[in-house]
Every structure is written in C-alpha cells, then in structure tokens.
C-alpha cells in the first residue's frame, strides 16, 4: 500500500489542509489511521507556522472535520520520504514536478493531481479559494470528499 501521502498547494493554509483533514477523517472513520502517514505542504513559504485559514476550518467543522496542520513549505526530502504527492492545482503539479526534475533518481514519490482520484466533477484543479467568499470553501470541501473516496477507495484496492 502507498500508506505515506503529502497533500500540496500554494500556501498550505487551504486547499492541503483541507484535503489532510477529509482524508484524515475518512481513514478515521473506517479504522485506518494506522496504516497511513498524512501530512500537507504548500509550495511558498509565506504562511509557514500559521495554523489554516479560520474560513477554511470553520466551513470543515461544520462537516465534523477538524484541520489540525500548521502550515510548512515543501521540500526536497519529501520527495523521498513520501510515496505519493497529491497536487491541487496545475502550478503546484508543476512546482513539485521540477522539484522532483533537479532532485533525479533520489525523487522517489509519485506526483499525480488530487482531482484525478474525483468521480463527481470534471474540474481538473481545485480553485483557490482565498481570496473568494464562503461558497468557494464549500466547494473546496464537497470537491476534497469526492477526491479522498476515490484515493482511498484506490488505496485500499492496491493493499
Ligand atoms: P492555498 O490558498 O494555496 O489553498 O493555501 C492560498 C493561501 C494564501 C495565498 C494564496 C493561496 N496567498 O496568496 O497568500
């Protein structure tokens, strides 16, 4: 099983942290926190140590999931010591992926974008939402439980 999985996007104040959180919740759900390591990064730096954005964990703990990360920067270690990177949008796929271009054979982990594991949209990027009002974050969240069933779901099928 691919049980290490680092969740990246711009600021890791979000969208990653959205998407750690649901993913968090759902492996809780079904018993297998245990058997995954999740963590969340974002490809600048500004927001490094900020806990997520209070619209972003408001509009999650009205669905009953909690985003406990602190923001941090990606960096090139995790290219190794994650199995798989999950990108938000089409910058961060392209960030991580020249990322992983200097590191060479050494960048070990898979780098595939979050919405190619949803069913339920033919959206191919989560938007920002950071500088739009609350519908956004809903949306970030309806889009990251369609994509999170599907990893999992995909996960678990290869274990
Ligand atoms: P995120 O959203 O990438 O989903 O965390 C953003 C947060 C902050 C900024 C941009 C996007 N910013 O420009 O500060």
């Known amino acids: 099983m691919n049980d290490r999985l680092l969740f990246v996007c ?20 079904q018993g297998l ?17 900020r806990p997520a954005d ?4 408001n509009a999650a703990a ?6 406990p990360s602190r923001a941090r920067q990606i960096k090139a270690e995790d290219l190794q010591t994650f199995d798989l990177i ?16 200097e590191l060479g054979q050494i960048a070990t982990a898979r780098i595939k974008p979050m919405l190619s594991y949803a069913s339920k949209t033919s959206l ?3 938007p920002d939402p950071y500088y739009g009002g609350d519908a956004g974050f809903e949306e970030v969240l309806d889009l990251l439980e369609d994509a ?12």
């Open 148 to 159: 999170c069933k599907g990893l999992l779901d995909e996960l678990k099928s290869q274990a």
């Open 10 to 29: 711009l600021g890791n104040i979000c969208r990653s942290p959205a998407a750690e959180g649901v993913f968090l919740h759902q492996l809780k759900i």
């Open 86 to 101: 999950l990108t938000m949008d089409a910058d961060n796929l392209l960030n991580v992926q020249s990322l992983a271009g």
């Open 124 to 126: 191919q990027e989560v």
């Open 33 to 49: 926190e245990k058997q995954f390591v999740v963590d969340s990064a974002g490809t600048g730096g500004w927001h490094v140590g």
């Open 62 to 67: 009205q669905r009953g999931i909690l985003l």
């Open 54 to 57: 209070s619209r972003m964990r």
